[in-house]
């Protein structure tokens, strides 16, 4: 299991959709791809924009499908992270 500590990469506020990318590209993907489960600690992460959770995994769940999250886990979202995490998983599913 790999562990990203988000706060200490985009601070308080997640809006940095470069930083997702990077984020996704080298730590996510190579994890997954290693069949490590994943977890996102947004601890100290007060918000975050839906275009940051979109980069962030939206490629990830149309890469591997929406099963994929089954080795991933969103850890310490307070409330307004956890909605813009499900309104991105949702709109990922709607595509499929």
């Known amino acids: ?7 200490p990469i985009v601070g308080d506020f997640a809006e940095n959709k470069d930083l997702a990318r990077e984020i996704r590209n080298s730590r996510i993907i190579p994890a997954l791809e290693a069949k490590e489960d994943v977890v996102l600690d947004f601890e100290g992460v007060e ?8 980069a962030l995994v939206s490629e990830v769940i149309r890469k591997y499908g929406i099963e994929v999250l089954d080795a991933m886990a969103f850890r310490n979202c307070n409330e307004t992270v956890k909605k813009i995490i499900s309104i991105v998983v949702d709109y990922m599913q709607e595509t499929d």
């Open 1 to 7: 299991m790999i562990e990203i500590r988000l706060s």
């Open 47 to 54: 918000s975050a924009t839906q275009s940051f959770i979109h």
